[in-house]
């Protein structure tokens, strides 16, 4: 198994362009989430999905799209780039399980910088 | 969800153990520990997780008083490859995938 992947890993905007950071993950996982981490900082959630066709908000999703239209696939559209979304970006995957805790599985991270 | 408290930073020399603990004194009944960790700019690494009683696994062992308002991440014989960011997250089933990061505790495992 790949696990979660991310790409691109590194990419540079420039302010008003518009891109999509992609994830996937082939563990048949049913959860999906994406968060962002600024320098110095604790992760913080932008959306998330518990399946396919289902999304949620998290705490910072301004600016931020998503979709889900399979199991292995959440990308996060970024619609008009601003300098404050320069940040890293991480996207995680979760079983579902009969007890709800289990642990997330994080990608490597896509290091974007809006110019 | 209840909020943790965790040390900025720690040291512990190399093949020592590391005892990194964590308050969460405002823990409910159906909330879980996770401990995750953040290796230099890599992705968060989950650790381990607990709901009343301690645990163990390859990793780390978590140990959670008895009325659950503080929890210790053990990792029994650290090495530098250790060094890293902990994280302690108190999270309910519901909420498992809205994870909060705080700041965390800066592990710093010298020769």
């Known amino acids: 198994n790949a696990g979660v992947t991310q790409t691109p890993k590194f990419q540079v905007l420039k302010t008003g362009q518009s891109m999509t950071l992609q994830c996937a993950q082939d563990?048949?996982?049913?959860?999906m989430s994406w968060y962002r981490q600024d320098p110095g900082m604790g992760l913080r959630l932008i959306h998330y999905?518990?399946?396919?066709?289902?999304?949620d908000q998290g705490e910072v999703p301004n600016g931020y799209n998503v979709s889900r239209s399979t199991t292995e696939d959440f990308p996060l559209r970024l619609l008009s780039a601003a300098p404050s979304q320069t940040s890293v970006y991480f996207c995680?995957?979760?079983?579902?399980?009969?007890?709800?805790?289990?642990?997330?599985?994080f990608g490597p991270g896509t290091r974007l910088t809006v110019l | 969800d209840a909020k943790t408290t965790q040390p900025t930073s720690m040291d512990c020399a190399e093949g020592r153990a590391a005892n990194l603990p964590c308050n969460h004194s405002?823990?409910?009944?159906?909330?879980?520990v996770y401990w995750y960790r953040q290796i230099h700019s890599q992705g968060p690494q989950y650790i381990i997780h607990?709901?009343?009683n301690n645990e163990t696994n390859e990793m780390a062992s978590l140990i959670i008083t008895e009325d659950r308002k503080s929890s210790t991440l053990i990792l029994p014989h650290a090495t530098l490859r250790d060094t890293a960011v902990y994280y302690c997250?108190?999270?309910?089933?519901?909420?498992?995938?809205?994870?909060?990061f705080g700041t965390g505790t800066r592990l710093q495992v010298f020769p």
């Open positions: 995680a995957s979760r079983l579902r399980t009969s007890g709800g805790a289990s642990e997330q599985f």
């Open positions: 563990m048949n996982h049913e959860y």
């Open positions: 999905s518990v399946g396919a066709g289902i999304t």
């Open positions: 405002t823990i409910s009944g159906n909330e879980y």
């Open positions: 607990g709901l009343k």
């Open positions: 997250i108190v999270r309910a089933p519901r909420n498992t995938d809205k994870l909060i």
